[in-house]
């Protein structure tokens, strides 16, 4: 039997995420309704699918899945957003999280914890958060007891926590090429993890041996991603001043030293980032007046972390940045895409 998923957080990424894993266990055209109920889902059946149970506290956010699985005509039978956190756990075997700060994650598990008819046995949280918070929730999932009703994928009596950021950003999750970057305590938990991952990425790395790991290795990569965009932004800048359009050094860079992610797949000025196939603008957030990607305070939250963690500010390049990408927000606004930091800091200037 197909373990039954739930998923909370249903923002920016976790949205796309979510549709991924509608259509690998769901798959098979136009179905019904999405359900919207304030008891268990049940399975559904189906032909052995696997259920799926959502929750998310914006309304926001409810009405756009509603409106993603009727866009994209999946078969939502097995799907049913659920009307509280409790609801999840009481009918999930595995639950996703995909929540913007640690705060909200600690309040998220706690809410979850609470609860004496706990289900899941495996929590995967996919959030960017520092170790040391992935740590603090993890020792009280361990301490929560499972529900004996619980059919525990890790034939444990207590629940497991594995942290699993991810890397890719909107355009990965809605491809369902992300990288997930896995920390777990045990290789138990780290395999029980991966399939379910995997419906949603192209590769899932498991780094260190405990949990927190994932969320080291997600930080030190946003590091390089906050400086390598204020880089490209300010080289951008520079050769608009000596006379070279922004596509046209895109272009010297992307065949140069100076590739990078953010200048070949998420380039901060707008008209240059093309799709590789159809030539036509790519939807990046620099095409789309740096509305929807990854938003200012995400990053900032990203940064601030590192140096927090670093302890000693033994990160200059990480303490620049982070002055950038505030700068950036106190003008733009915090929702913006943090490529925006070209046109704010750097006086933009696409094609
Ligand atoms: P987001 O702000 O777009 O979405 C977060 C969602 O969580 C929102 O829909 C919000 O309503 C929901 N939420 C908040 N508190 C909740 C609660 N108590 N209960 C239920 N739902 C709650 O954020 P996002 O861009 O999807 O990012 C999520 C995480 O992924 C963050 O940790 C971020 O750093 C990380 N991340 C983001 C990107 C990106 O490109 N956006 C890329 C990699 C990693």
Known sequence: ??????????????????????????????????????????????????????????????????????GLGLDVRNFTFASSLNQVVRTSDVVITMLPSPESCKAVYDEMLNNEDVKTSLFIDCSTNDPNTARQIADKVNQAKLA???NAILEASNPVYVDAPVSGGVTAAAAGTLTFMLGADSEIAAKAAKPVLSTMGSRVITVGNTVGAGCAAKLCNNLVLAV?????????????????RADELSDVINASSGRCWSSDTYNPAPG???????????????????????????????????NEVAEDGSLPMAHVAEKLYEHTASIVGENKDFSSVFDVVYGGAGV
């Open 272 to 306: 240059v980032q093309r799709d590789a196939n159809s030539g036509e603008l790519a939807g990046v957030p620099s095409n789309l007046a740096y509305d929807g990607g990854f938003a200012l305070r995400l990053m900032l939250k990203d940064i601030r972390l590192a």
């Open 148 to 150: 004996p009703t619980s």
């Open 228 to 244: 390598s965009m204020a880089g490209v932004s300010e080289a951008l800048a520079l050769g608009e001043r000596l006379g070279l």
């Open 1 to 70: 039997k197909k373990p039954h998923i739930g998923f909370v957080g249903l923002g920016a990424m976790g949205l796309p995420m979510l549709v991924n894993i509608l259509k690998h266990h769901n798959a098979g055209g136009a179905g019904g309704q999405v359900q919207s109920t304030s008891s268990g889902g049940g399975n559904a059946g189906g032909g052995g699918n696997a259920h799926v149970t959502a929750f998310d506290s914006s309304d926001v956010a409810q009405k756009k899945v509603h409106a993603t699985c009727q």
